[in-house]
T-cell receptor, first 115, second 115 residues
Framework: AQSVTQLDSQVPVFEEAPVELRCNYS??????LFWYVQYPNQGLQLLLK??????LVKGINGFEAEFNKSQTSFHLRKPSVHISDTAEYFC?????????????FGKGTKLTVNP | GAGVSQSPSNKVTEKGKDVELRCDPI?????LYWYRQSLGQGLEFLIY????????KSGLPSDRFSAERTGGSVSTLTIQRTQQEDSAVYLC?????????????FGSGTRLTVV
């Protein structure tokens, strides 16, 4: 069975500092990988996705992620965060199984950006 | 509509009562998903509808949970004889492409509180 592990449940950083949110997955076959962001009292918004091709994926709001097949990781990075990046971030993996397709999510990482 | 619409946004119900949660997906999206988000638990897959195919109900936690999708559009998630452990945010998502990983568009969710 596939699973997604987000290694940090909470990450506090100061404004304008770089940040990395870690995500590891377990799967024996090719996967599609996603990062979503959830602002307070809102649904999830897609930040970026890896389907194939270049392992460095750029998303919205200045975020990027790198797919590392050998380490089964898909860490999310931003070189300089803003207060408005305070939110919860979810890593997810999608694998079609027997005609059914669903995303499996990690438990999320709460990013808090302090002034 | 422009996005995935869920209603009600908040629902407080007494233990033992039945509740219905509604999801109106983006027009034309053939795939529809229900997830449950509990505090600190990430997102738990519940059920997946794709076109006219039989739904994937593998994530429904008990036979008190059921869902239907009428006319390939609006979906209703029904929880019978609610229990306190059913308290969570129920998120609906829809997708237009399931084979090439375009990701999902989520609604803002229904916060269910069972008292």
């Amino acid at each position: 069975a596939q699973s997604v592990t987000q290694l940090d449940s909470q990450v506090p950083v100061f404004e304008e500092a770089p940040v990395e949110l870690r995500c590891n997955y377990s799967s024996s076959v090719s996967v599609y990988l996603f990062w979503y962001v959830q602002y307070p009292n809102q649904g999830l918004q897609l930040l970026l996705k890896y389907l194939s091709g270049s392992t460095l994926v750029k998303g919205i709001n200045g975020f990027e992620a790198e797919f590392n097949k050998s380490q089964t990781s898909f860490h999310l990075r931003k070189p300089s965060v803003h207060i408005s990046d305070t939110a919860e971030y979810f890593c997810a993996v999608r694998l079609p199984q027997g005609g059914s397709e669903k995303l499996v999510f990690g438990k999320g990482t709460k990013l808090t950006v302090n002034p | 509509g422009a996005g995935v619409s869920q209603s009600p946004s908040n629902k407080v119900t007494e233990k033992g009562k039945d509740v219905e949660l509604r999801c109106d997906p983006i027009s034309g999206h053939t795939a529809l998903y229900w997830y449950r988000q509990s505090l600190g638990q990430g997102l738990e897959f519940l059920i997946y509808f794709q076109g006219n195919s039989a739904p994937d109900k593998s994530g429904l936690p008990s036979d008190r949970f059921s869902a239907e999708r009428t006319g390939g559009s609006v979906s209703t998630l029904t929880i019978q004889r609610t229990q306190q452990e059913d308290s969570a945010v129920y998120l609906c998502a829809s997708s237009s492409y399931t084979g090439i990983g375009y990701g999902y568009t989520f609604g803002s969710g229904t916060r269910l509180t069972v008292v």
